[in-house]
């Protein structure tokens, strides 16, 4: 739903809440929950909607006719899609997820197939005179990558995926006059994690990098081929990700506009932000209530503040817990999703 009468910005819940990796799981929860939901917070507008699908339930809804009835019923309730959840590739629930949630990265040709697909899918859904967007997975994963010329590589790989679909979505806008743009979503221990990082990304890669392979392959002015990637490609905000690594909004966002990088998409959710006190004492009580959140699904990266200022980061809570004690820790942020009406 708009934010206002007259807000350029939507508001919804992403899907991704919800298990259900085939579209037949998706579109049964959809049905179930979507509409009274709907009726709850938008009673007189439309609701729009965050739609989160899997590699498996793209290749259904992409079908012609599973898009039309979809569509249909959309229209029906009053709904419409405006943004797709594109960075978890495979399964995403009731199973074990961590670092397979980056598979595959964007070296790969799969992950260029599916991010195609999504924009074909949401060009079909999007309302007239509504920008779309898709957030999606950070490059790849830093432990995957040993050295900086692994890293090098990476980058170079990814920067010509992420061209080559900026430029299936520039074809998709020409054909139906649907905008629609890629959003990379920084996370901790990702490829790019922080605003530095992003914005080197953009900057040295992307831009430049993406726009020559642009040019080379596709026969652009370079200048042409950097207009469209800077349309084509932004930044997927998420709070949760940047408070992890000790940024404020405030200063992270002015820098992205600073440096001409667009935000495409904003996802708001809290971390879990501990401070370790002197005591040993409350650090084990602290430990032994942290140890609920260690849990087998999903990652859950924790960067430490020392005492020095400096920042140590843990792959995961569990190998972050037998150092709660270290004299030298201050302060953990916990990438763990809080919902923002939590009390705590």
Known sequence: MRAGPESYFHLSYCSNIHPGESWAQVDETLRRYVPALAGRLAPNAPFGLG???SDDASRS??????????????????????TLNGFPFGGFHRQVVKDTVYMPDWRTPDRVGYTVRLAHILAGLLPEGIEGGISTSPLSYKPWLPDDAARKDAFRTSTRHYASVAYALAEIEARTGRPIHLDIEPEPDCLIE???????FFTDWLWTEGAAFLAGAYGLATAEAEKLLRHHIRVCYDTCHFAVEYEEPGASLQTFVDHGIGIGKIQVSAAIRVGLPDDATARTRIADYLTAYAESTYLHQVIERRADGSLRHFDDLIYALPHIHSPEAREWRIHFHVPLFADR
């Open 61 to 82: 809804l992409i079908e012609p006719s599973v898009l039309m009835a979809f569509y249909d019923w959309l229209q029906a309730e009053n709904l419409y899609v405006f």
């Open 194 to 200: 922080n605003t530095a990082e992003t914005v080197l």
């Open 51 to 53: 739609l989160r699908l």
